[in-house]
């Protein structure tokens, strides 16, 4: 499937036909609510959807998607097309000032449905978003067991074997919780190795960055919460390393990110990452990218 070969690993997909696509494109897929075009979009930025999948149904008319990504062609791009479905990219879900999104239009007809009939964040599931069940054309006895998450959230592990500096390689990572509320702990394992003995202590900063790349919560701690310091390190040992902190209660919910990276508990200078490649990584650090927080 082209999701599968061209779409980050990270995109997340909303179609009608989930378990299909969740199945073929290997990506986090929730089915399209039957919902005016607003309330379709407050669930969809409410869940973090990078790409519509339009299918029959929708360019039928139902449930409304097509027409809204037309009347609104600067917020969204068509990245795939083929006989059977389109697939939209979200450019923005910042729509013109006094935009008056198609609440009305629904079915091809008016149905005078309300722009915001429900709280889309009170009924989105908990946990990670794999496949949802549907959510029918039923308004007014909605059950919000609907949205019951297939998954339950799973830890993100990633090898990365970068190198920092010279006697140093992080090889991978395992991310508790990227999905995870505002006042709940982040945890996160960093995989070290030694490669070299260094006379250096170094420090490990794990920074939450939000989207202006503004540092809203941190842990800054050698090793081992300062008790295997780097320069205690004997080469070829393997260090598993935790850092957890916890996420003020007032961060807005949203998409962050985590850097990662180490630095000279001496001077402040953080050594150098550099990937299998042999190119180094802008401003020494490891992103991690989709900190979900609600």
């Known amino acids: 499937m082209w999701a599968r070969d061209h ?3 990270d995109a997340v997909l909303m179609t009608r036909n989930a378990a299909e696509t ?10 399209t609510p039957s919902a005016p075009f607003a309330d379709m979009m407050a669930f969809a930025r409410a869940n973090h959807i990078t790409h519509f999948i339009i299918g029959d149904v929708e360019r039928s008319g139902t449930p409304n998607l097509l027409q809204g990504i037309k009347a609104y062609p600067q917020n969204f791009q068509s990245v795939y097309s083929t006989e059977g479905a389109q697939i939209v990219a979200v450019k923005s879900y910042d729509f013109p000032l006094g935009a008056a999104l198609p609440n009305e239009l629904y079915a091809g007809k008016t149905v ?8 889309w964040s009170d009924l989105a599931p908990r946990g990670e978003l794999r496949i949802v069940a549907t959510l029918a054309d039923a308004w ?5 067991q609907l949205f019951a998450a297939v998954e339950p959230t799973s830890p993100r592990s990633e090898a990365v074997n970068l190198r920092a500096g010279d006697s140093i390689r992080l090889e991978r990572y395992v991310l508790a919780n990227a999905i995870i509320s505002r006042g709940d702990e982040l945890q996160i394992a960093l995989y070290w190795r030694a490669l070299a003995s260094t006379k250096a202590s170094d420090t490990v900063f ?4 939000d989207g202006a790349g503004v540092l809203r919560a941190q842990v800054d701690a050698q090793p081992l919460a300062g008790t295997h310091a780097t320069n205690t390190w004997v080469p070829g040992e393997s260090i598993e390393d935790h850092y957890q902190f916890t996420l003020p209660a007032e961060l807005p919910s949203g ?3 985590l850097e990662i990276g180490l630095y000279d508990s001496g001077t402040g200078a953080r050594l150098p990452l550099i990937d299998a490649n042999g190119q180094h990584l802008s401003e ?3 992103l991690i990218q989709r900190i979900h927080v609600r």
């Open 112 to 119: 005078g449905r309300p722009a915001s009939l429900f709280n």
């Open 22 to 31: 969740q199945y073929f494109s290997g990506r986090t897929v929730v089915v």
């Open 140 to 144: 007014r006895d909605i059950n919000q």
């Open 7 to 9: 779409l980050p690993p």
């Open 284 to 286: 020494d650090r490891l």
């Open 206 to 209: 794990v920074h939450l960055l």
């Open 255 to 257: 998409l962050y990110q």
